[in-house]
């Protein structure tokens, strides 16, 4: 199944607006498609793409490239391997944004623990989460044609999403982990 977008993004600085589409595999959650849909936005302007290969034993859900077809950005949705993160958190560095996005705070919070003691440059991995219920609501509101109306700021995201079951706006704060510091960023 396929999630096509017209999108409308923006932030206090700027508005974009393109098609997207999402491509879902079968066992895909809506909740996931979702996830991906808001590190899209988020990074929008880094021209991400989505579930494509990076030459890496790992398939990231979002990567960007620098002009000269470097990876700038990686972002992993929703449950991602402890061997995952840490192969991926050696091999960025400090060149490379490396993101985990979560559904919710706690989840994010777990997912950080869990981490925590195992995973060798934790320094290198970010991560993002929503508040309870934003990005299921998202989820089980999207249908296969769907314009959507988001605007991001640093710390909240508001989008309505317009299709054939209706309209469904949605609000979150952005919950955010630094693990260098571990403060929120």
């Known amino acids: 199944m396929k999630y096509s977008f017209n999108l409308v993004v923006q932030d206090n600085k700027r508005e974009r607006s393109e098609k997207l589409v999402i491509p879902a595999f079968s066992e895909e959650s809506g909740g996931h498609v979702a996830l ?17 290969d990076a030459g890496w034993h790992f398939v990231p859900d979002l990567i960007a490239r620098d002009d000269s077809g470097e990876i700038k950005l990686w972002v992993d949705c929703g449950t991602v391997s402890m061997k995952k993160v840490d192969t991926i ?84 704060t952005i919950h955010r982990i630094a693990p260098e510091t571990d403060d929120k960023y």
């Open 89 to 172: 958190a050696t091999k960025v560095r400090d060149k490379i944004d490396f993101f985990v996005f979560r559904k919710t705070k706690s989840d994010m919070d777990k997912f950080y623990k869990a981490i925590t003691d195992k995973v060798k440059h934790l320094q290198n991995v970010k991560c993002i989460s929503f508040d309870d219920g934003f990005v299921d609501g998202i989820g089980a509101a999207l249908d296969r044609t769907n314009d959507l109306e988001g605007y991001i700021a640093d710390d909240m995201v508001n989008l309505t999403i317009k299709n054939s079951f209706g309209k469904h706006d949605a609000y979150s």
């Open 36 to 52: 991906k849909l808001l590190a899209y936005m988020m990074f929008i302007d880094q021209q991400p793409h989505i579930d494509e």
